[in-house]
């Protein structure tokens, strides 16, 4: 947490607290119903949630129900979704082309394990948006990280991999990895340590870790110049989306596509938040890059678990043989291949898709002038469907900047617009979403008790 250094964001931050301890009151008025599900399921679940991410101070809500935009808790409150399953619901909640792909397989049966005619055509889909030349279905994005990085060793027959500082690609042992770890414990801002996220990691996956700053490319090169020959890829979110949404510096991308190129090592983009949400052909098409592997998920099936890893036919060539193995009963499932080609043949198009960014920077837009007109130390980021307000007054562009943004200024934030029915994500590491379903009133209503928040904060 930042010690702010002037008196005027000093009052702020006192003030921040002070919104805070007041709305939790309200918030634990409105939500008694979540509040006491979450006592009895922590007798029955670890924290009383299925995924510890799922657990969110001072409680989570409990959803009984949601449609289209909407979110309705146990206790009938309704929320605005803008957090959106964290980013996996650009279609929004049970889009009715959506339900009625799942509707119309049920019919069909929703698990064959031997493949259905969608595995082509869902394949061809992503194929044609995304740079790759092969794809193979998994069913989460942590699965497509975990594969990708087998097909890579596979392919380099090297070991190590490369992360970056902060960033998250799901809770395979290799890459829980310097998630967020502690300032004090993570050694030099230039060359961080590899600090373990979890009890329980493997000690060799621990090993075959490097840990690099994102943005800096000096850091990447001398660390490809020093273990090139052990490294088998560089796996990175091309725009970095767990600590808010840290855009990557003009050349940054491409400087590691050479870099990597120059020591024969892979350069794996983790699409899985950016995938169809930064552009129609992920951030890697938006900056121009040809990554040897793309990992996806959450967006591209609409709120049913599939993700996908695709690669240069050379690099998938490993899987083609049978030499790398890629297994999985559930794989591109008939249900989740009817509604993953719902979302991308029907849904998500290039058009609905430009008219929801075009709301999301009308958000930003509105968002900006209330932080000008208070001269808030914050600013927004926006990237393609997505948009965050960050508490710091220079754009974040490592994880340690990320750590020094006013974390007591985003949760009073946060904690505000909960209680105004806006369901932005929990955690402040992420950013909000604009569904295809999100309409110009509810992006109103969002920016409306933004400024209600600003105002409470700076009069
Ligand atoms: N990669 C990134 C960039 C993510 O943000 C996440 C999850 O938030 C994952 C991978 C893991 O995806 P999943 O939760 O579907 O396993």
Not at 277 to 306: F, M
Request: charged fraction near 25%.
């Amino acid at each position: 947490m930042t010690t702010p250094v002037d008196p005027a964001t000093q009052e702020l931050v006192a003030r921040a607290k002070e919104i805070t301890e007041q709305e939790l009151k309200v918030f634990e008025d409105r939500t008694p119903g979540s509040k006491a599900q979450d006592a009895r399921a922590s007798s029955r679940l670890p924290m009383g949630v299925p995924s510890s991410f799922q657990f969110y101070d001072p409680y989570p809500i409990v959803v009984r129900h949601a449609r289209g935009t909407r979110v309705v808790d146990v206790d009938g409150n309704e929320f605005v979704d803008f957090n959106l399953g964290y980013g996996s619901l650009l279609a929004g909640h049970s889009h009715p082309v959506f339900a009625d792909a799942i509707r119309e397989q049920l019919e069909h049966g929703t698990l064959y394990v031997t493949p259905c005619e969608a595995n082509e055509e869902v394949a061809g889909l992503l194929i044609e948006r995304f740079p790759f030349d092969l794809v193979r279905f998994t069913n989460s994005g942590t699965e497509s990280t975990m594969d990708a990085i087998r097909a890579a060793r596979g392919f380099t027959g090297k070991t190590k991999i490369v992360k970056a500082e902060g960033a998250y690609h799901g809770h395979h042992d290799e890459v829980l990895v310097s998630v967020k770890p502690p300032v004090a414990e993570a050694g030099d801002a230039h060359h961080p340590l590899a600090v373990p996220y979890s009890e329980g990691l493997s000690t060799t996956a621990l090993r075959d870790v490097l840990v690099v700053p994102y943005n800096d490319l000096e850091a990447l090169e001398e660390t490809l110049v020093e273990h090139g020959d052990e490294i088998a890829a560089y796996i990175l979110e091309p725009v970095a989306e767990n600590m808010g949404i840290v855009l990557p510096d003009e050349g940054y991308l491409q400087g590691v596509r050479d870099l990597t190129r120059r020591h024969g090592v892979l350069m794996i983009c983790d699409e899985v938040k950016t995938g169809i949400t930064a552009h129609h052909g992920g951030a890697s098409t938006r900056y121009g890059i040809e990554p040897d592997l793309v990992c996806l998920a959450k967006s591209i099936g609409g709120g049913v678990p599939v993700g996908a890893f695709g690669g240069r036919a050379e690099v998938m060539e490993g899987i083609a043989s049978g030499r790398v193995m890629h297994l999985g009963t559930f794989n591109g499932n008939p249900l989740v291949m009817a509604a993953s080609r719902a979302v991308l043949r029907d849904i998500v198009t290039q058009e609905v898709f430009d008219e929801a960014c075009g709301r999301n920077r009308r958000l930003l837009a509105a968002c900006r002038a209330e932080i000008d007109r208070a001269g808030l130390p914050a600013h927004t980021v926006e990237m393609g469907a997505k948009g965050c307000v960050t508490y710091s007054p220079e754009p974040v562009r490592t994880y340690r900047d990320y750590k020094s943004t006013d974390f007591d200024l985003a949760y009073a934030h946060w904690i505000w617009m909960m209680n105004r029915g806006i369901f932005l994500p929990p955690g402040l590491d992420e950013q909000w979403l604009i569904s295809v379903q999100h309409t110009d009133d509810d992006i109103d209503r969002h920016a409306e008790a933004f400024g209600g928040f600003v105002a409470a904060l700076a009069g």
